[in-house]
């Protein structure tokens, strides 16, 4: 088990990898900066370092510019080595690969919030997926279903009905369901 300190450091070194979710709402057209530094805290973090992984437990919350997202559990999975401080690609320390988030998955940012049971961040690949029992609220209009998959790359959001293991959106029978705002006469061309 490594000390208290060096867990805390560890984690510093591979949040530096990043973790993105999709267009930053605080510029229009501009992208999340999956390079910003990121802050997390949890009731406690264990580091496997020669299986290359991290796991914050209990009251997870981890930040990046406006995006944060909590859970009960989440694991960091890293090349490289915490203890030599070794990224294994030229960097200053271990690279984050992916982020396994479950239990109570919540997402947000400014105006959106999603929902899930289980989350996944694949960093290589700019994929966010929550799985099982999934919500999207963009500024009011909500999605449901049993799959949500985000690219980061595009901002484009899919939701379908049915989730690994048949856990779809409860009582919608797999399929997807939501409701969209109207816009109440803003902008509406004049007759």
Do not use: C
Request: charged share 20%; hydrophobic share 35%; no cysteine.
């Amino acid at each position: 088990m490594i000390p208290r300190g060096a867990a805390l450091a560890a984690l510093a070194l591979i949040a530096g990898g990043g973790i993105a979710l999709a267009q930053s709402a605080t510029a229009p057209g501009s992208k999340h900066d999956s390079n910003a530094p990121i802050d997390w805290e949890a009731d406690r973090i264990e580091v496997q370092d020669r299986d290359h992984k991290a796991t914050l437990v209990g009251n997870v919350r981890v930040r990046q510019q406006e995006m944060t997202l909590t859970a009960d559990r989440t694991t960091a999975l890293y090349s490289g080595s915490i203890a030599a401080g070794d990224g294994g690609g030229g960097g200053a320390g271990p690279k984050v690969q992916r982020l396994d988030a479950n239990g109570h998955v919540v997402v947000t940012r400014p105006g959106e919030v999603a929902r899930g049971n289980y989350g996944i961040y694949d960093l290589d690949r700019k994929l966010v997926t929550l799985i099982g029992n999934v919500s999207l609220d963009r500024n009011g209009s909500v999605v449901h279903g049993g799959r949500l998959v985000i690219d980061q790359n595009t901002n484009r959001a899919t939701v379908d009905g049915s989730a690994i293991g048949g856990q779809g959106a409860a009582g919608t029978g797999g399929r997807v369901s939501g409701r969209f705002l109207v816009d109440q006469g803003k902008g509406a061309p004049s007759s």
